[in-house]
């Protein structure tokens, strides 16, 4: 607010000390010039001097007079002292006015300019004061010095054309000074409304959830939001290179400046960070500055899950009641054939390949249609420690002696925001899953769960760990498509159901190898703050 204050004041009171350092440097350099004058031999014949002593004495007074203000009047904020100023400017003047000879001397012009600084800085009739009081001074003058030195010629037709000039000088400087002022203040008027808008463009610009950045030639940043902080990871400083930043958004630069029709594709700058998406504009072809956008691909691709889900979800149900009614009645055939007495052990061995597959199928059934009937997530702040330890109490209490669950927690007070019941049906899945695969380890099989804060988002980490023999490099961007699985007793929903409930409630499950064998599901939850 102080500096559009500021931009909104009077131009005048704005420029007055500029305005009157000039001034007062004029008057010194005068000074100086009148002081050289009071030397006989550099005056030589262009004076002829009715009172070379006045002249003298006054020139030395100016000098002194005119220094002394410009040490000591510098800024000049009431108008009473620029009146006094000017005023006693003109009356040293015009005492060597009658000094140097009267009208013939051409001193009467030095009034001018007193009187052109006094309507710059002062307006209105006090404005016209000054050249009025010029006026009658040199008429004054004039005729006095016809009285008292009558061999020295006088022209009052000079002189009241010095007055008319007096006043004419003043009117024009006021109504140019008057201009000027009006075009100043719309000027500053601008300035201050995009000063205002400036302000108003950054703080949208910090508090928007797309991260901005601009980068110039060498790829050094040069500006950059709250957001982009957020998103990459890492305190972002200016000047930093962006390799150093972000060695990913600096390949997709390189890649979008070779080819910038081709869209980039998404990255993360940080295990367990969040799935990004840049894009790239020039902002100055001349100094080749770029306008890097990122945003949360996460989000765009859970709104977009959500969308093909719901349609997903009308279309297997409506299947599933189709295939459940002929599937019944296939089962219930199987049943009575099985009831039948003329069949042999081959038969025996068909009824039950058919009452076997009808079950799986059911299975599958009964859980597409769990899925297409899912209730949207209810989040609420959990403490994920507590709510840990009474999991692995249920895990131990509802499981055989020979199912180990080993809990290990960072700290506690580790909170996030999500449905607890839902995160109870992805850990359950996964510790199932797990528990397949466990090698036993003295008649044991043994699931391991972490809980810790990620040291760079500071985002709550769960970790379900197995030392089975873990999953092919090349099937790890499968595991999580509906319907794929490596069991021939499975039906492949296991954990997409698991990742698509945990992105219903902001979280990101992804898999990562152990080393040197096993598996590791993670879980990376959002901020307990940023979702209230």
């Not at 010194?28 to 002593?53: E, K, W, Y």
């Not at 010629?153 to 400087?173: D, R």
């Not at 302000?199 to 508090?207: G, K």
């Not at 150093?244 to 070779?258: G, S, T, Y």
Request: glycine fraction near 6%; charge should be neutral; proline fraction near 4%.
């Amino acid at each position: 607010m102080s500096t559009v204050t500021q931009i909104m004041s009077d131009p005048v009171d704005l420029q007055r000390p500029r305005i009157l350092r000039v001034y007062n440097l004029y008057r010194v350099i005068l000074g100086f010039g009148l002081t050289l004058l009071t030397n006989s031999a550099l005056r030589g014949d262009l004076l002829q001097l009715s009172s070379p002593a006045l002249f003298d004495a006054i020139s030395w007074l100016y000098l002194f007079v005119s220094v002394l203000t410009a040490l000591f009047l510098y800024k000049g904020k009431r108008d009473l002292l620029i009146f006094c100023l000017t005023g006693l400017d003109m009356l040293l003047l015009g005492v060597l006015f009658y000094a140097a000879g009267g009208s013939g001397s051409g001193f009467g012009n030095l009034l001018i300019i007193p009187v052109a600084v006094a309507n710059v800085l002062l307006h209105g009739r006090i404005g016209l004061v000054l050249p009025a009081i010029a006026s009658l001074l040199l008429i004054y003058l004039t005729f006095f010095i016809s009285l008292a030195h009558p061999s020295i010629p006088q022209s009052y037709l000079q002189v009241g054309v010095l007055g008319c000039i007096y006043f004419a000088v003043a009117l024009f400087v006021q109504r140019l000074s008057r201009r000027l002022q009006v075009s100043e203040r719309l000027a500053q008027k601008q300035a201050a409304s995009l000063a205002n808008l400036e302000q108003l463009n950054q703080l949208i610009i910090q508090r928007m959830r797309t991260g901005i950045m601009v980068t110039d030639a060498d790829q050094q940043l040069l500006v950059a939001n709250e957001a982009s902080a957020q998103l990459l990871g890492k305190p972002i400083l200016r000047g930093m290179r962006l390799h150093q930043l972000a060695p990913e958004l600096e390949q997709r630069l390189q890649q979008w400046r070779h080819n910038p029709s081709a869209r980039p594709s998404g990255f993360r700058n940080h295990s367990g960070g969040a799935e990004l998406m840049a894009n790239f504009k020039h902002l100055s072809q001349a100094d080749r500055s770029v306008l890097i956008f990122l945003d949360d691909n996460t989000q765009v691709a859970q709104q977009a899950q959500q969308l093909k889900l719901a349609s997903l979800g009308r279309l297997t149900a409506s299947i599933a009641h189709e295939i459940r009614n002929p599937l019944g009645a296939i089962s219930h055939a199987a049943q009575l054939l099985r009831e039948s007495d003329v069949q042999d052990s081959q038969d025996q061995r068909l009824l039950d390949i058919i009452q076997q597959q009808s079950k799986r199928m059911n299975a599958v059934i009964e859980t597409v249609l769990e899925l297409s009937r899912r209730r949207p997530s209810e989040p609420q702040l959990v403490d994920l420690a507590l709510w840990l330890h009474e999991y692995a109490r249920d895990f131990r209490l509802s499981h055989p002696a020979e199912d180990n669950l080993c809990c290990e927690i960072e700290k506690e007070g580790i909170t996030t925001r999500i449905d607890p019941n839902q995160l109870s049906q992805v850990l359950n899945n996964l510790c199932q899953n797990a528990l397949r695969y466990s090698p036993l380890i003295d008649d044991k099989r043994t699931v391991f769960i972490n809980l810790y804060q990620h040291p760079e988002t500071d985002k709550p980490v769960l970790e379900v760990i197995d030392h089975g023999p873990g999953i092919d490099e090349d099937k790890v961007e499968q595991i999580f498509e509906p319907f794929y699985t490596t069991e021939a007793s499975g039906n492949g929903l296991g954990l997409y159901i698991c990742r698509e409930l945990c992105e219903s409630n902001q979280a990101r499950l992804e898999y990562a190898p152990v080393e040197p064998r096993g598996s590791c599901m993670r879980i990376t939850f959002a901020h307990a703050k940023r979702l209230v």
